[in-house]
């Protein structure tokens, strides 16, 4: 037989609610009375609502009892609804033993663990803070301990490693703990419920963990204690730990979303000092790492500091932007309406830690944003500023700087130490230091390096030199970004970001031009129209692949009956390091950089040490073209230390490497010992250049100049080696000497000079030595061999060397400098030249003159080289690959064919 039961409900909130509206659906059940909790201030507990929804009386306490006896008042409201049973379901009052025994079937209570474990008021937290391996409930008749009376219904759950003290709940204890109250309520109806004694095996009490002396986090212990002590109080109230600032401050944090961290120590990241933890924690791009006594590490990836949630990775950055930030009244103002904006959008309420996405705003939303924010505040913003700050307080940030910049097209800005070139007419402010994080920065040992005026030889500016550690952390920028800002660019944005890039050096064109001529001795004219205007295109070029790289869908065999797609992805390959030499400084760092970003890697270039100039112009401008900091960094340095921690480093995948042989294979060593990183080297030449008497000479003689003498010879491709053939070798040297005699040699910024000085004096000195082996080994030196007379400066005079002979050191070796070496050949034996063309470990770059087709496409299909000019040389082009064969190194820059340099295939396959 059922019993038909009058019940008062006591307790509170949602979980109360629920029960009663559960035990309204039963026939033989009354709910007679409700109890709860007064309102606070206009707000009444949910259980009051509901109860007042079906007009069920409801009854509000501030207490039940004072000095420990019960209000008499209080008792006669009770037992005027005359309950037959008391359910609580959820309840923080004292209820006196009065009311516990007031009804005749007794009380029956709601508890969060497996009684007689933990008892007391936080019974979830402790069930995961002692790292049990079971959660559950217990429904008991309550008596006048605290939890100990006899158990009605016991029910449990296994804790997955993801749970928290919410997750618990929601997913078991609230869901399947309003279900368990509905058969308690019936068992109890039906007189089958059990009144099990609790034993006291096993029982513990257990603190209440709202006293926050109870929520400091102990860091010295296991790893999975500290993890499970944080996930016990995730999300409220949050446990705490205490950081120790660098100025010796303290300040409490809050910690959550914390997960056992197996992929072990730090791979890259910035210490940070929390109180009571003998060695650093580290934030890194996927939270905050701490480890525990045992060596293992727990990751939390938020912390609430006051009361602002923040990304755990974001700690510096917010700290940097909060010491930027010093808010006017009116900005403050504006982050009202911002916030508005933002709701009205997600219909949510904002808080600084709302991410744009992850509550839901899709494209439409980024357009409405954007428009909405031009229009409330008047400020430049694109679409790629919602992609890069996702989240409200960095958004707001990117907006107060916007409106601080005014309608400067939002250009940032970057601040540096650095000197003023004062040349060609222009004032330049150059930096001198290194560029890693979106910050310049000094060398952390203070090192520098002297950068020398090639045309006076005097001391133009010191640069930063980056040392290991500089290097390191740059690295670790990269790494940073690549995990995280970057990721949110789309290869669209990505594209738009490096035109605007190019625009800004379009801009700047003749300032680089200048510094690049200073710098490195380059004639302005050709500084401007290759140095500089190369690199531009390269950009230009590389920014329309960022949106068309893609895989392919291969039909492969499918294993019947089922079906088989399978699909290609190419994705970037992570932090690239890039190497450059000292020759053609900004158009190097284009070639490789820009296939390298617009595939979607993020870098660390060392330039050459001679003349880091221009890659530090270039770097302020990343930062005015809006890239987010850490995708592109510059350590100027020495190749030894900062080229070969680039090469050493294990953050570092791919090394993009121009420079000389030797060192390029002292590259490939240290990429296959550090951490077998891919790398692609384009290394020196010795480049042959065939002139048949067939030729239409006016074109070669022009050629063959510029095939040597371009960029004073410091040009990787010049041909190394002039055939000259025997029916035109003296007028082709007449005439060469000819134009010799006019070239105009003197300050490269003088728009009429052709030739300037040598890049740096250990290069000058090389020249000397190697015009001095030509004559010892009995080459006939028509022309220059020496310094210009009379000039200042690392002035060589454009060399020309004949009868030399294949076994010579000038016939073998790259000078690298204005150096034609030339050699007849008979023009009936064209099998022999072939032969001495490709006698060479080099493979770089080759040429022939010829009007004949046949004999122009034999000499291309034979010459082992990576590049072939017919009745032309140096016709470079970013859309053409570029790059060597044999010991001028593998993988080439430019073209399609560089992206690949810089991207991995993934293959994936799906059975259906
Ligand atoms: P390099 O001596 O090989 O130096 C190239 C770069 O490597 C420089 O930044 C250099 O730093 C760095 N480096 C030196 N030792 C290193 C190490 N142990 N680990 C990592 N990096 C290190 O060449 P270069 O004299 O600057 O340039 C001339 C050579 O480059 C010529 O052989 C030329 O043919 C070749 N090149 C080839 C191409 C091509 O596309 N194939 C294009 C241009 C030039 P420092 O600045 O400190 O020396």
Redesign the pocket.
């Known amino acids: 037989m059922t019993l038909n039961l009058r019940i008062a409900i006591i307790g509170q909130s949602n979980f109360a609610a629920d029960v009663l509206e559960l035990l309204l659906e039963r026939r033989n059940v009354e709910v007679v009375g409700v109890f709860t909790i007064p309102d606070k201030g206009s707000r009444e507990d949910i259980l009051a609502t509901t109860a007042s929804l079906h007009r069920i009386p409801v009854f509000k306490f501030a207490s039940w009892r004072r000095k420990g006896i019960a209000l008499p008042e209080v008792l006669e409201q009770y037992k005027s609804v005359g309950a037959t049973l008391n359910v609580l379901p959820y309840c923080s009052q004292f209820i006196p033993m009065e009311v516990i025994d007031g009804a005749p079937l007794g009380s029956i209570c709601y508890h969060p663990s497996i009684l007689p474990r933990h008892r007391g008021a936080s019974a979830i937290s402790w069930t995961l803070i002692e790292g049990d391996e079971v959660a559950g409930f217990s429904i008991f008749w309550a008596d006048d301990g605290l939890d100990t009376g006899p158990l009605l219904l016991q029910k449990q759950t296994v804790l997955e490693p993801t749970d928290t003290l919410d997750s618990i709940y929601k997913r078991f204890l609230y869901p399947e703990g309003i279900k368990s109250m509905g058969v308690a309520v019936d068992m109890v109806a039906a007189g089958t419920a059990p009144k099990i004694a609790q034993t006291e095996v096993g029982a513990t009490y257990d603190p209440a963990m709202f006293k926050v002396e109870n929520q400091m986090l102990n860091l010295q212990q296991p790893a999975a204690n500290i993890w499970n002590f944080v996930r016990g109080l995730d999300s409220v109230p949050g446990a705490i730990a205490t950081v120790i600032e660098q100025d010796g401050t303290e300040q409490q944090v809050r910690l959550f979303g914390a997960h056992l961290y197996s992929a072990g120590a730090p791979k890259a990241g910035r210490a940070l000092r929390l109180k009571g933890l003998d060695k650093p924690a580290w934030v890194h791009e996927g939270g905050l790492l701490i480890e525990g006594t045992d060596g293992q590490f727990v990751n939390v990836r938020r912390l609430k500091r006051g009361a602002k949630m923040i990304n755990a990775s974001d700690w510096f950055k917010l700290e940097q932007v909060q010491q930027l930030q010093d808010f006017s009244e009116d900005e403050l103002a504006k982050r009202e309406l911002l916030s508005n904006i933002w709701q009205a959008i997600l219909k949510l309420p904002i808080e600084s830690n709302t991410d744009f996405f992850a509550a839901g705003a899709g494209s439409m939303d980024v357009v409405r944003l954007v428009e909405e924010c031009k229009d409330a505040f008047d400020v430049p913003l694109e679409n790629e500023h919602v992609f890069m700050a996702p989240v409200f307080e960095e958004f707001f940030v990117e907006l107060v700087r916007a409106l601080r910049q005014g309608s400067a097209g939002g250009a940032q800005q970057v601040s540096f130490e650095g000197f003023t070139l004062r040349a060609n007419k222009r004032e330049i402010p150059v930096p001198t230091q290194l560029f890693y994080g979106g910050e310049f920065v000094d060398a952390k040992n203070k090192q520098t390096l002297d950068i020398i005026n090639p045309t006076d030889e005097q001391l133009l500016c010191k640069v930063a030199c980056a040392s290991k550690e500089d290097v390191d952390e740059a690295v670790k920028a990269a790494h940073t970004a690549f995990h995280g800002a970057w990721k949110q660019v789309s290869a669209r944005q990505r594209g738009q970001l490096m035109l605007k890039l190019a625009d800004l050096m379009e801009q700047h064109k003749e300032e680089l031009a200048t510094i690049e001529s200073v710098d490195s001795g380059a004639v302005y004219t050709l500084a401007l129209k290759t140095h500089i205007g190369m690199s531009i295109d390269a950009w230009r070029y590389f920014a329309g692949w960022c949106d068309k790289i893609q895989g392919n869908t291969i039909p492969v065999n499918p294993a019947r009956p089922n079906n088989v797609l399978t699909f290609t992805r190419k994705e970037p390959i992570g932090v690239c390091g890039l ?5 053609y400084p900004l158009m ?1 760092l284009s070639w490789k950089m820009a296939a390298c970003i617009a595939a979607g890697n993020t870098c660390v270039i ?5 003349c880091p100039l221009t890659a530090l112009k270039f770097a302020e401008l990343t930062v005015k073209a809006g890239f987010p900091p850490g995708v592109i960094n510059v350590v100027p340095g ?3 230390q900062a ?2 921690a680039v ?1 050493d480093h294990e953050l570092v995948r791919k090394l993009g490497f ?4 030797p ?1 390029g294979k ?2 490939m060593r240290s990429c296959a010992n550090s951490n077998l990183k891919k790398c692609s080297l ?4 010795k480049s042959p250049l065939i002139i048949f008497a067939d030729c239409d000479l006016d074109k070669a003689i022009k050629h063959g100049m510029s095939s040597v003498f371009f960029n004073k010879g410091e040009n ?1 491709i010049a041909a190394g080696r002039l055939f000259v053939e025997d029916r035109i070798h003296d007028e082709f040297v007449r005439r060469v000497l000819k134009d010799l005699r006019t070239m105009t040699i003197g300050d490269p910024l003088n728009r009429s000079t052709a030739h300037g000085p040598q890049n740096h004096k250990a290069h000058f000195d090389k020249l000397l030595e190697f015009c001095d082996r030509g004559v010892q080994e009995g080459a006939t030196l028509v022309y220059g061999g020496c310094r210009v007379p009379n000039l200042k400066g690392y002035f060589f005079t454009p060399t020309v060397f004949t009868n030399v002979e294949d076994h010579m050191f000038i016939a073998q070796e ?1 000078s ?1 400098g204005p150096i034609m070496i030339i050699s007849k050949f008979n023009g009936s034996d064209i099998d022999s030249v072939m032969q001495r063309a490709n006698r060479t470990e080099y493979g ?1 770059a080759s040429g022939v003159f010829t009007k004949d087709i046949s004999k122009a496409l034999g000499f291309a299909d034979r010459i082992e080289a990576g590049t072939v000019f017919i009745n032309v040389y140096n016709k470079t082009d970013v859309a053409a690959p570029f790059g ?1 064969f044999k010991q ?2 593998y993988g080439k ?1 430019l073209g399609q064919e560089a992206l690949n340099e810089y991207l991995k295939t993934k293959c994936v396959t799906i059975e259906y």
């Open positions: 190497i450059t030499p000292w020759n190097m060392k330039p050459a040490q001679t020495m190749g030894s080229g070969q090469a121009t420079g000389s042989t060192v002292h590259i384009e290394l020196g030449g990787c790259e690298f770089l060597g001028s190194g820059d």
